[in-house]
């Protein structure tokens, strides 16, 4: 299965509502997953916690858009303390490099003194944003990429940020867990609208996109 699994059947997989992991880095299998319960991001109920607003409005680091779409991924898989293996094997970061160069992945990018320290990285259908993974190795990195993204996406009109799963770390913003049903229904809507990840100008600044954010709740 996994030989003949291609880019385009990644593409149909996320349309339906299932997406794909491995079991270890280094296991080159994969499967697919359609959970019952599934997490979603509601973007007009986006919520930014004062310290994090603070952090984006006086913009420690700098946020690029797809400038290191391999090194976010690299980044996102690497081992860190509590999780010394990762779900990204080999194999799924090749398809999401082809959906990369197709114009349907992107990254969010968080830089300081020229450095990546932080990011994530997603799939963009319709109007549909399915979020990957994040990983930060500076305070607030990911999190500043996170509000970075859900402002791209509110300008950009989409309807829908699946995060796939409800953790503790995106409950904060918001993350609410709907049913598989209810994540279908959402899905469908979604991918019947265009959803425009470039709406928002490449050098938007953290006020801008903390301006889009007020402007949508």
Not at 29 to 46: A, H, Q, T, Y
Not at 56 to 63: K, L, S
Not at 91 to 108: E, F, V
Not at 167 to 177: I, K, N, P, R, S
């Amino acid at each position: 299965m996994e030989d003949a699994f291609t880019v385009d059947d990644l593409i149909a997989c996320y349309a339906r509502g299932v997406f794909p992991m491995a079991d270890a880095r280094e296991d080159e299998s994969l499967f697919l997953i359609d959970p019952e319960r599934r997490g979603v991001l509601p973007l007009g109920d986006f919520h930014i916690p004062k310290r994090l607003a603070r952090t984006v409005r006086n913009g420690p680091y700098e946020v690029r858009i797809d400038t290191a779409f391999d090194a976010v991924i690299e980044g996102c898989a690497a081992s860190r303390p509590g999780r010394q293996d990762t779900w990204i094997n080999h194999p799924i970061q090749q398809l999401y490099g082809q959906l990369y160069a197709r114009g349907l992945a992107h990254s969010i990018e968080t830089w300081l003194d020229g450095d990546l320290v932080g990011g994530l990285y997603g799939v963009s259908l319709g109007g549909a944003f399915f979020g990957e993974s994040m990983f930060s190795t500076a305070r607030d990195a990911s999190k500043v990429a996170l509000v970075h993204l859900v402002a791209r996406l509110i300008a950009g009109g989409y309807q829908l940020l699946d995060t796939q799963f409800l953790t503790d770390h995106l409950t904060q913003f918001g993350t609410v867990e709907i049913s598989r049903a209810d994540y279908r229904r959402r899905l469908a809507k979604a991918l019947t609208v265009h959803g425009d990840f470039y709406g928002l100008a490449g050098g938007a600044t953290g006020i801008d996109c903390l301006q889009a954010i007020s402007q949508a709740s």
